[in-house]
């Protein structure tokens, strides 16, 4: 928390955060220990928990205020998702890999997390939930995916990595009122690649 704050984290994510124990996002007990270090580690089905400073970032980016329609594409191990729930938002995520679906739609259920969750692909977003106030993808896009755009509300944001190589840079992007798209860089980061072709 201490690290979160000097790298300019705001009080009401990380208050959020708080009330998150991470540990439990991690399936092997063995390595919770691990779980308050700022590193991703490995969830199963090839996939990692993000960074928690990655999660910080996203999450300051992103803005969530209650009672907005949140859409989270790589619900991975439901961390994210837990963090962007305390803001008491109407929570959305798509997850592709089936075994960490079933894993993790069963923990966040465990845990009393409010979302609704749905095994698919995140390139198409949710058209029958749409339109969203904020989109999050927690996966490294190569490009951004023209269908999260058409889903964003006037005045919405879509906060994405995008990148194919080691390192993505974050994207925010935002829906003016008259529907026209803005673009902000904010820095590179690691993630995991967004894939197509469910499996
Ligand atoms: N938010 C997660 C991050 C997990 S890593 C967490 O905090 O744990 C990114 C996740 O995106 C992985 O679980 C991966 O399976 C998922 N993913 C990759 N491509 C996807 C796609 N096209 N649609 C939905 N999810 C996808």
Same mark, same amino acid.
């Given at each position: 928390m201490e690290e979160l704050t000097e790298k300019g984290i705001s009080g009401r994510i990380l208050d959020a955060m708080r009330e998150? +124990?991470?540990?439990? =996002? =991690? +399936?092997d007990q063995a390595f919770?220990?691990?779980?308050?270090?700022?590193i991703a580690f490995r969830i199963g089905a090839g996939q990692t928990i993000s960074h928690p400073s990655t999660v910080a970032v996203q999450t300051q980016l992103l803005d969530p205020q209650k009672g907005e329609k949140v859409l989270e594409i790589g619900t991975g191990s439901g961390y994210q998702t837990a963090v962007l729930a305390q803001f008491g938002v109407k929570l959305f995520s798509i997850e592709r890999q089936h075994e960490l679906f079933i894993r993790t739609r069963a923990l966040l259920e465990e845990m009393n997390i409010r979302v609704k969750l749905f095994f698919g692909? !995140?390139?198409? !977003?949710q058209p029958a939930f749409a339109p969203f106030d904020k989109i999050l993808v927690t996966a490294g896009a190569p490009f951004i995916p023209q269908a999260l755009l058409t889903q964003l509300n006037p005045g919405g944001r879509l906060v994405i990595p995008v990148g194919e190589g080691k390192t993505q840079v974050m994207h925010v992007l935002e829906k003016s009122a008259e529907g026209e798209i803005t673009e902000a860089q904010h820095g590179e980061f690691s993630f995991v690649p967004l894939l197509e072709d469910r499996n």
């Open positions: 998150v +124990p991470r540990h439990q =996002f =991690f +399936p919770q220990e691990k779980a308050y270090q700022d692909d !995140g390139y198409l !977003g």
